[in-house]
């Protein structure tokens, strides 16, 4: 059973465009973060979102997680051929992270 | 600051032989937790040291092992390979132990053929 689940599973969209990713969970988590991971590297750390109903902002990336804090979703506006790349969301378990499915997102210039 | 780092960052090995792979934390970062990553299973923690010692384990068998230094770095072994461990192998460090903020390595590709 996964804990968070990721969808989009893929999305190749064009270069301009809108995109949203969800991550949701049956479980309340006291935080998710949202990770990007680009090939060959390992995972770099976006945002974490802590409180219910939070919106942060990161250039052209929107984070939201959800007020009952068992989802999240990263909003991309107007994306490039940078952001590229698998976009994981993670929540802490205990003594460690949990980690989503995973949307594998390309974006075409 | 530098990031963690993580030798080798490919491998190949074959079936029944055994490896080694290395990550040095961020200065000052006590924790290095290790996770597989795999295309089917997405990232699986494995364990998780601190001070030099093994403060947690994910669900792996045991001839996945690994040990801690007095100066963080970490090592993680894998005896007997088989097929089905060819994967990334990611470490992360963090300032403290459990769930703190990670930061991840570049990984260790690792092909078992």
């Known amino acids: 059973t996964q804990l968070l689940e990721q969808s989009p599973q893929f999305l190749s969209i064009q270069e301009g465009e809108n995109l949203t990713v969800y991550c949701n969970s049956s479980s309340v988590f006291s935080s998710l973060q949202w990770y990007r991971q680009e090939p060959g590297e390992g995972p770099v750390l976006l945002v974490t979102?802590?409180?219910?109903?939070e919106v942060k902002k990161l250039k052209r990336l929107t984070f939201q997680f959800g007020d009952a804090r068992k989802d999240s979703s990263l909003h991309i506006t107007a994306a490039q051929p940078g952001d590229t790349g698998l976009y994981l969301c993670a929540g802490p378990r205990t003594y460690k992270y949990i980690f989503g499915t995973g949307t594998r997102l390309k974006v075409l210039a | 600051k530098a990031g963690v780092t993580q030798t080798p960052r490919y491998l190949i090995k074959t079936r029944g032989q055994q490896v080694t792979l290395s990550c040095s934390p961020i200065?000052?970062?006590?924790?290095v937790s290790w996770y597989q990553q795999t295309p089917g299973q997405g990232l699986q923690f494995l364990f998780e040291?601190?001070?030099?010692?093994?403060?947690n384990k994910g669900n792996f068998p045991g001839r996945f092992s690994g040990r801690q230094f007095s100066n963080s770095r970490s090592e993680m072994n894998v005896s007997t390979l088989e097929l089905g461990d060819s994967a990334l192998y990611l470490c992360a460090s963090s300032r403290r132990e459990g769930a703190d903020t990670q930061y991840f390595g570049p990984g260790t590709r690792l092909t078992v053929l």
């Open positions: 200065s000052g970062h006590r924790s």
């Open positions: 040291y601190f001070s030099e010692t093994q403060r």
């Open positions: 979102v802590v409180t219910g109903g």
